[in-house]
């Protein structure tokens, strides 16, 4: 892989699927470096592990079904509070990928982080997700796009530790098959060209304008329902269950669209 700056493979388990109530207990990562970096003495890559204590949250039966952590097992484990900087510290100045992480992992991860005041915007970082990428041709779950590829049943599944390694080889393995881009930026704007938002509530149309794409004013400009519904906007930000992060973009565009009438 071509990197302009640190590539981080991750994987989270949690206790459920909401990105505004749930809560991370598990979070594995693998930072692989640049060339630069490793020649000016960094090693190739880095590790971090943490399971945390979800804080009271209690883990969905569906959580608990996909990856077996109990809520005792996290009793003495740190809240996310606890080491939310250096997981921010870890992640910083990086790119991201994952299987399936542009809809779920990178969510809930910034979520997490800005409810410690931790704020990391999704301009500021590519995205290379397996899932997204392999969608383009044909779904998949890792697992049995693990075996596709690698021609091997895959070890340790819906463990955070076996999902993590398993997409770095998967990944490897579709470049070559694909014909795919061998570069973190375009691989980004292969999959996720149009997309302005974490939760797709926003999108880029053939003219280049954001849109809705959810609720009555869906396929709207953002500039049409300030005009026509600017207290639509207000719902969102102050009413809504959308995520914090999705809550402060809505904000953003309409301190903009406020500041030029």
């Known amino acids: 892989m071509k990197l302009n700056k640190p590539l981080i493979y991750f994987d989270l388990e949690s206790t459920g699927l909401s990105l505004s109530e749930d809560r991370i207990i598990e979070i594995n990562m693998f930072k692989e470096f640049t060339v630069e970096e490793n020649d000016k003495g960094s090693e190739e890559a880095e590790c971090y592990f943490k399971r945390i204590n979800p804080d009271g949250r209690k883990i969905a039966e569906e959580a608990f079904g996909k990856h077996g952590i109990k809520e005792e097992e996290l009793l003495e484990c740190p809240f996310f509070r606890d080491v939310a900087q250096e997981i921010f510290a870890f992640i910083k100045d990086c790119d991201f990928a994952g ?50 590829f690698l021609k091997k049943e895959m070890k340790n599944a819906h463990s955070s530790t076996g999902d993590v390694f398993a997409t770095i080889e998967v990944l490897k393995e579709m470049i070559q098959f694909y014909n795919l881009p061998n570069a973190v930026d375009e691989l980004h704007e292969y999959t996720f060209d149009q997309e302005v938002d974490l939760e797709g509530k926003l999108k880029k149309n053939e003219k280049e304008e954001v849109i809705f794409t959810f609720g009555k004013h869906k396929g709207r400009t953002i500039d049409e329902v300030y005009t026509v519904d600017r207290s639509y906007y207000e719902w969102i930000i102050f009413k809504s269950d959308m995520m914090l992060y999705t809550k402060n973009i809505f904000k953003n565009i309409l301190h903009y669209l406020d500041s030029k009438r």
């Open 99 to 148: 299987y399936n992480c542009k809809k779920f992992d990178i969510p809930l991860l910034l979520e997490e982080l800005l409810r410690c005041g931790i704020h990391i915007r999704f301009q500021d970082f590519k995205v290379v997700d397996v899932y997204k990428i392999l969608s383009k041709a044909e779904p998949r779950t890792l697992e049995g796009t693990y075996k596709r």
